[in-house]
């Protein structure tokens, strides 16, 4: 049993991590909250003073921000139905005996390990080209028009891109969570004569909730702030303009800083109620 003192010599050991911590996380945090109440230029003279809530109100009032925003959802809301639906096909799949089980597992988890960029120019450049890549051959091979992935179909193609580099992590922590499943349940339902499709619905797909909670949780996460397939392939035109690239054009190309720190201030929020909306919703599954 830890005494008090042996408490008290963990928390001094553990002050300065917190410290540096909480002070990696609040610094940005502040100075981002002081630059959005100003009007700072850095190539049109600097710090031009304080403009109050301006910045917020050109930022919210602007007519790129809601369809940004909508964006934003969109691909979130794509990618997670992909990845968890096809995810827990997958995993289910990999979870059976097969020859080469080994080298298939981990042929399915290496997408996740290629940057963002990498995958989003292999995508463009191999798969969605409308004259030499694949998809315009196959488009070809069947007598039918090929498609302008990035222009016709150009959200939907963000989240297939997306999709395809965010399935691994889905499938492995989906894979994890059904090797836990006790394997006498469903020897015991077929036994009692139920369907595969019952079992699924009544045994397989109820164990998994927690491992689906997690996915979802760390995916949107990370969704949220996608940035890097999108300046890669359609540089934002085309409808696929999420709030992180409209930040970046408010920063970088119009080099108003203030205007872009008062749009960070937008996404934290933006975050901030998506990740409370999904706690009071699927987070329920994490208490269980």
Same mark, same amino acid.
């Given at each position: 049993m830890?005494?008090k003192?042996?408490r008290s010599?963990?928390?001094?050991?553990?002050?300065?991590?917190?410290?540096?911590?909480?002070?990696?996380?609040?610094v940005?945090?502040i100075m981002?909250?002081?630059?959005?109440?100003k009007?700072y230029?850095?190539? %049109?003279?600097?710090?031009l003073?304080?403009?109050g809530?301006?910045?917020?109100?050109?930022?919210?009032?602007?007519?790129?921000?809601w369809?940004?925003?909508?964006?934003?959802?969109?691909?979130?809301?794509g990618v997670?139905?992909?990845?968890v639906?096809?995810?827990?096909?997958?995993?289910m799949?990999l979870?059976?005996?097969?020859?080469?089980?080994?080298?298939? %597992?981990?042929?399915?988890?290496?997408?996740?390990?290629?940057? #963002?960029?990498v995958?989003a120019?292999v995508?463009?450049n191999m798969?969605?080209?409308p004259?030499?890549?694949?998809f315009?051959?196959?488009?070809?091979?069947?007598?039918?028009? #090929?498609?302008?992935?990035?222009?016709?179909?150009?959200?939907?193609?963000?989240?297939?891109?997306?999709?395809?580099?965010?399935l691994?992590?889905a499938?492995?922590?989906?894979?994890?969570a059904?090797?836990s499943?006790?394997g006498?349940?469903?020897?015991?339902?077929?036994?009692?004569?139920?369907? #595969?499709l019952?079992?699924?619905?009544?045994?397989?797909? #109820?164990?998994?909730g927690?491992a689906i909670?997690?996915?979802?949780?760390?995916?949107?996460?990370?969704?949220?702030?996608?940035?890097?397939?999108?300046?890669?392939?359609?540089?934002g035109?085309?409808g696929?303009?999420?709030l992180?690239?409209?930040?970046?054009?408010r920063?970088?190309?119009?080099?108003?800083?203030?205007?872009?720190?008062?749009?960070g201030?937008?996404?934290?929020?933006?975050?901030?109620i998506v990740?409370?909306?999904?706690?009071?919703?699927?987070?329920?599954?994490?208490?269980a």
């Open positions: 830890a005494t003192a042996s010599a963990a928390r001094l050991m553990m002050a300065p991590a917190v410290v540096l911590l909480l002070g990696w996380m609040l940005p945090l981002t909250l002081i630059f959005s109440f009007k230029l850095p190539l %049109r003279g600097g710090d003073g304080w403009v809530f301006d910045n917020y109100v050109r930022f919210v009032t602007s007519s790129a921000f369809p940004a925003v909508q964006a934003t959802l969109m691909i979130v809301g997670l139905a992909i990845t639906i096809f995810g827990v096909l997958l995993a799949l979870d059976q005996p097969m020859w080469g089980q080994g080298v298939v %597992r981990i042929l399915v988890i290496a997408p996740f390990f290629v940057m #963002p960029t995958s120019l995508w463009k798969f969605m080209d004259v030499n890549g694949v315009a051959h196959l488009w070809k091979a069947f007598g039918a028009e #090929p498609i302008q992935w990035l222009t016709q179909a150009s959200l939907p193609s963000i989240i297939i891109i997306v999709a395809w580099q965010w691994p992590f499938t492995l922590i989906l894979l994890t059904i090797q499943l006790d006498e349940q469903l020897e015991a339902a077929e036994m009692d004569g139920a369907p #595969p019952k079992r699924f619905w009544y045994i397989v797909l #109820p164990h998994l927690r909670t997690v996915v979802v949780l760390i995916q949107t996460i990370f969704l949220l702030g996608i940035f890097a397939e999108i300046f890669v392939t359609t540089q035109s085309f696929t303009k999420t992180t690239y409209l930040i970046f054009q920063v970088l190309e119009s080099q108003n800083v203030g205007l872009g720190s008062a749009g201030v937008y996404a934290i929020i933006l975050a901030n990740a409370i909306f999904l706690m009071r919703i699927v987070g329920k599954n994490l208490d």
